[in-house]
């Protein structure tokens, strides 16, 4: 009965693989339906489809962000001169 | 290049060397968090800056130039080690005998484990990435993650392509690429949830 279900409604471990391939790349109208059913009604898979969405946003900003300005990493002062007269020389 | 020229643009090289250098260094080990990698990148954006000097002309200001060229820098080197780190791992999942992540996720049913389904994260929004410690945890999940997934999700966020585009690049198919995008995106959710929401 249960391997019924997953077949027609999909597993959450299938369901959670199309919420990536739909945002992205596309979903063919069948697997549109079946996801769409499928976290209709569990709500394990609507929170996970959420949580992934906000991922993506926070990854993005995160990504994109610069470091905190407190952040103390430096290029080490050998590295500097290196650069400079290896272009000193071309 | 005429020696008047050459003496004025290594004058600017050095001056820039000193103002952008650690801001360029900075931005490169954020977006690939390893340091020899960033000293790598800073060192060869110098370069090509010298090689094109004269196409620089003065029509941006040199940090925004000097960071245009760190960022193609920064996509080019995912893109290598995307390539470089898949070796060592096959990218056909569900490869009967192999172990998976999913299975840490997923029991035989195919149903979230009962420790792992995704409960209502309460807060997360915008300010959280103000905060430095949810940054260090950000930080912390994605190294975890296996280096050419690592490459793959900096790219998907950098380069801002379509997925179809991405997975060219990469020369993976796309069911591969939306299957490593679902087991990072398991990985660094799991973790997140951990270090932040239940700690």
């Given at each position: 009965m249960k391997k019924l279900m997953n077949i027609l409604m999909l597993s959450c471990k299938r369901a959670s693989g199309l919420i990536e391939k739909k945002a992205n790349l596309s979903l063919n109208p069948f697997e549109k339906i079946q996801l769409f059913i499928h976290t209709g009604m569990c709500d394990a898979c609507k929170n996970y489809e959420k949580q992934s969405r906000d991922l993506d946003s926070i990854l993005d900003k995160h990504i994109h962000s610069t470091k905190?300005?407190?952040?103390?990493d430096t290029l080490s002062t050998d590295i500097k001169n290196k650069i400079i007269s290896d272009l000193e020389n071309k | 290049m005429t020696n008047q020229k050459l003496a004025l643009s290594q004058q600017n090289i050095q001056e820039w060397v000193s103002l952008y250098a650690d801001d360029l260094f900075r931005w490169a080990l954020h977006k690939t968090g390893v340091k020899e990698t960033a000293e790598d990148l800073v060192q060869e954006t110098f370069l090509v800056a010298f090689k094109s000097l004269d196409r620089f002309?003065?029509?941006?200001?040199p940090k925004t130039w000097l960071f245009s060229i760190i960022n193609n820098k920064i996509i080019d080197y995912h893109r290598r080690n995307f390539k470089e780190a898949s070796k060592n791992h096959h990218?056909?999942?569900?490869?009967?005998g192999e172990s998976d992540v999913l299975n840490q996720f997923f029991d035989n049913s195919d149903t979230w484990k009962s420790n792992e389904k995704p409960s209502n994260w309460n807060e997360l929004e915008g300010h959280l990435l103000d905060d430095h410690e949810f940054n260090m945890v950000l930080d912390g999940c994605m190294k975890n993650l296996p280096g050419h997934w690592y490459s793959a999700i900096q790219l998907k966020y950098l380069d801002q392509k379509s997925g179809n585009e991405i997975c060219q690049e990469l020369g993976i198919t796309s069911s591969n690429y939306w299957k490593m995008l679902q087991r990072a995106k398991l990985q660094l959710r799991d973790c997140i949830e951990k270090k932040w929401f239940k700690e």
């Open positions: 905190p300005e407190s952040s103390k | 002309q003065g029509k941006s200001k990218l056909n999942f569900e490869r009967k």
